[in-house]
């Protein structure tokens, strides 16, 4: 419809004397030899451009003008007018005809009128192509300001954070160089320990942000969810003992079956267990340090709980978990770990929920979709994963906090 223009005319003759330099033009014409027929056939065929006697029997130019303008006011219509017709011509351009050409027509003068036309209808869609790519522009800039300005605040808390480890290892370098001087051994092992004990730090940092930098695939796997707890076990259980903490393990083997990637949600569980380990070992306790990680389905969802007797913690805390760089551990944490627990938590159409109290214990409770079994027997049973967990219902939260 590119290149159609309608002419109407009710005299045939006329009609095709104008055909010809149309086509000439490279336009395709339509042809109607009445207002009534060329509305319908505009109706249809929206062309772009029409050309129109004035004077018609039944529906004339003027009153097609008008029905045409108003169903799409952006077709360059031009009239046709005889001889002595000022008038009728002064008002079609009221109506925003595009123009106007007096018979007997002047061939070069009809060309003038629809190459002119033509022309706004280039500009026109130049014009919407613009203002869409200008939107489109704006849109992408105003999107990469807000990514610039998260990794700014993002490259300043890396900083930051490896400012801080950078200089415990100054210190650690300090005590080296020292000991190497005067021969100290002992000063020598303690600037070493320091050295390696930040480095490690260091190692991790960069690591876990790596690890979220990355955009790395996800191979979802289908697995049983008692065997993917045991390998989380399998990597925790000696540390945890040997920090002295009891480990409580209550993984349901019937729980069933999760479809995710394991080195991922390990990585998650595994964060969440080493903070139950660090919240036990931070600040003063009577109790037995305790850390449960039990495992149960209920109906579509299943559940790891991670349950510990440690610090617990405030509101402000709870509120402040899952941010990048939120940590109360000085330089013994990075604030990494729970929010790249709970991306990949999420990425797996999962969620973690947390339930605290100071001075008790806290409960970390990731719920992920199961893969669904036919006539899967329940237990748990109640309402499904989105409920808030409590410190004290699961079995394995009495052996911990009692
Ligand atoms: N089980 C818990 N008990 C008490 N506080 C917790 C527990 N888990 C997390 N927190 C609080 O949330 C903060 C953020 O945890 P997160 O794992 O993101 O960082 P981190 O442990 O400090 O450092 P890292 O990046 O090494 O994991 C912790 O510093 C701590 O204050
Ligand atoms: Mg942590």
């Known amino acids: 419809m ?22 000439d033009l490279g336009y395709e014409v339509i042809e109607a030899e009445n207002g009534a027929d060329a509305f319908h056939l505009f109706a249809r065929l929206q062309p772009p451009m029409i050309l129109t006697d004035i004077k018609m029997p039944g529906m004339d130019g003027l009153e097609l003008l008008q029905k045409v303008k108003r169903a799409n006011p952006e077709v360059e219509v031009i009239m046709i007018t005889g001889h002595g017709d000022m008038e009728l011509a002064v008002k079609s351009l009221k109506y925003d005809a595009t123009d106007f050409i007096t018979k007997p027509i002047n061939v070069d003068v009809l060309e003038i009128a629809v190459q002119r036309a033509a022309e706004r209808i280039l500009t026109r869609e130049k014009l919407r192509e613009y203002t869409l790519n200008l939107e489109r522009l704006v849109a992408e800039k105003s999107e990469l ?40 051994t002992r000063q020598l092992r303690e600037g070493w320990e320091i050295v390696k004990q930040r480095f490690d730090r260091i190692r991790k940092v960069v690591l876990d942000i790596l690890f979220y930098s ?15 707890a045991e390998e989380v076990v399998s990597a925790v259980a000696g540390k945890l003992t040997e920090a002295g903490i009891a480990f409580v393990k209550d993984l349901d083997p019937g729980s069933g079956e999760l479809e995710v990637d394991p080195t991922y949600v390990q990585a998650a569980l595994l964060n969440i267990l080493e903070n139950a380990a660090d919240a036990c070992q931070a600040g003063e306790t009577k109790r037995t340090p305790k850390v449960a990680f039990s495992l149960r389905r209920r109906k579509d969802r299943l559940e ?18 899952f941010t990048p760089f939120f940590s109360s551990k000085g330089d ?24 605290s109290a100071p001075g008790r214990g806290s409960l ?3 719920s992920l979709p199961a893969v669904s079994r036919a006539a899967a027997p329940e237990n748990g049973g109640g309402i499904p994963g989105a409920e808030h967990p409590r410190l004290v219902k699961t079995p394995a939260a009495e052996k911990v906090l009692t």
């Open 332 to 355: 013994k944490g990075t604030g990494l770990g729970l929010f790249i627990a709970n991306k990949i938590v999420e990425q797996h159409g999962g969620e973690i929920s947390v339930s």
């Open 304 to 321: 790891f709980d991670i349950l510990d007797n440690g610090v617990g913690m405030d509101a402000g805390t709870q509120d402040k978990l």
């Open 145 to 184: 300001q807000s990514h610039l300005s998260s990794l700014g605040l993002m490259l300043g808390s890396i900083s930051h954070a490896l400012k801080g480890l950078l200089t415990g290892l100054d210190a650690g370098v300090y005590l080296v160089d020292g000991g190497l001087a005067k021969g100290d």
């Open 364 to 366: 970390f409770r990731v």
């Open 214 to 228: 990355k955009k790395r695939e996800v191979k979802p796997e289908r697995m049983n969810a008692a065997a993917l």
């Open 2 to 23: 590119e290149k159609t223009i309608l002419l109407v005319d009710d005299e045939k003759d006329i009609r095709e004397v104008l055909r010809l330099p149309l086509t």
